[in-house]
């Protein structure tokens, strides 16, 4: 069984930083595209960032020149580091990956959620 579990998040001003981290545990043989998403109160669910086995990163408009994210391969981890937080980055933010399990094949692919963590950003 796969798992993403999220740590990180809580309460900042505005201005301020945060860091998110997710780790992927299970059977594993392969972990493609990690990603974080996010989804404000009264709003659909948003791409923060998205980031290749390779290291390549994508962001959505609203964090580029903010967000960083970064992955280690060896640890199967994946982290999101939020820096001049907004009221509206306020939000639960969820770790999400593309795994492979051992033993099934390229028909093995699936795509996994962690349970999200809130990130809170007071003005």
């Known amino acids: 069984q796969v798992q993403l579990v999220e740590s990180g998040g809580g309460l900042v001003q505005a201005g301020g930083s945060l860091r998110v981290s997710c780790a992927a545990s299970?059977?594993?043989?392969?972990?493609?595209?990690m990603a974080w998403y996010r989804r404000a109160p009264g709003s659909g669910r948003e791409l923060v960032a998205r980031?290749?086995?390779?290291?390549?990163?994508t962001y959505g408009d609203s964090v580029k020149g903010r967000f960083t994210i970064s992955r280690d391969n060896s640890k199967n981890t994946v982290t999101l580091q939020m820096n001049n937080l907004k009221p509206e980055d306020t939000a639960v933010y969820y770790c999400?990956?593309?795994?492979?399990?051992?033993?099934?094949?390229?028909?093995?692919?699936?795509?996994?959620w962690g349970q999200g963590t809130q990130v809170t950003v007071s003005s």
């Open positions: 299970g059977a594993i043989a392969a972990i493609n595209n």
């Open positions: 999400n990956a593309d795994i492979l399990r051992p033993g099934t094949g390229a028909v093995g692919w699936a795509n996994y």
């Open positions: 980031i290749s086995h390779a290291g390549s990163p």
